[in-house]
């Protein structure tokens, strides 16, 4: 006890100079029931649009190798759908079609998609328009060059580090802090805008920040009126924010919902969106979306695989594009055979320990998006 006490001590000063610091190492690792732990602002539904479910719903077993993957890998949902209906629908014991989890940085598209809204909505005048026009603390020091297509392709500049395992770093800082204006106003320019692509979870961050002052409200309320109510989400979501009542929310992650709902965002995107005859997103913008934008990385090489904060894997040349989320959460989209999947759980390492192996194993994702394709598609 004696020899605890110290370490109490010590975490209690962390606390008082830096609660996120206390709040990182207390909780550890971040969860899919994180929206039980932090404030959260509810994006709310509006009239129900329910999906279509398809006659052969469930008629045909997830083959067993597949159930082994998921199970390894702790899945929570899986979903499948063809031709826009329902097929195939999995859940671990404990959760259904109405449980909430956290998707992580699917959270990033649904900010993109919002930022198309936008602009279809005459609320920003342009992708090239600087974001300090909206947030007035980068009006200076390089920061007024960044641009809004800057900040959906990852090519801000800032000097953010996406330090994962620092309890005390900018990552943990974003994820467990409960200000986040102080912290993206403390960033500045490291490189010019536009220059590079480097993933950086900022970035979606310091977009809303500009975002919620166009549009003259917060992510979750234009959410929810511009977004959730149009495609008819059978549920609320739960957007974690910074602090309680006033807070921003953290939109690299957290938009909490369920796969069913999450299944939405890619209907939208393959009918380049529009739903049922409302054109809720320019197919223009859509489209941009889903073009690699070919910027160089820090190591030289040309960033592919990246578009308007959605992945465009095109897995054996299938043209598939995904939202994307840490611990795999997918919501993938193949268009060449009309399949949707949805897959949510606890992490993506096949086996326990191997989580931060250097030993090249497939990518959870090819997994899942070969055995869909040959089992439904």
Known sequence: MKKLFPAFILLC????????????IFYND???KDNKLMPVRLVKRGTIQPLSVSPEYNKKKIPDPLMKVLKATGTVAFLVMKDDSILTEWYARGYNDSSL?????????????????ALKEGKIKSLDEPICNYYEPYRKNGLNKITFKNLLCMSSGVNFNDAYLNPAGQTAQLYYGNNMHQL???????????SVFRYKNCDPEILTLALENAVGMNMSDYASEKFWKPVGAAHDAEWIIDKPVTGVEKSYCCFHSNARDMARLGLLYEQKGSWNGNQIVDSSYVKSSL???MLPRENGKTEAHNGYLWWLRNVDGMGDFCADGLKGQYISVIPSRNLIFVRLGKRDWLVRGKRFSKKKSEFLYEILLRSVVKVWG
Do not use: M, Q, W
């Open 13 to 24: 000063f962390i606390s008082a100079c830096n609660p996120y610091v206390a709040r990182s």
């Open 30 to 32: 971040p969860g899919i």
């Open 101 to 117: 989890t956290n998707p992580f940085s699917v959270t990033k598209s649904i900010v993109s998609i919002l930022t198309g809204i």
């Open 184 to 194: 993206i106003n403390s960033l500045s320019i490291d490189r010019e805008p536009g």
């Open 291 to 293: 073009t690699p934008h």
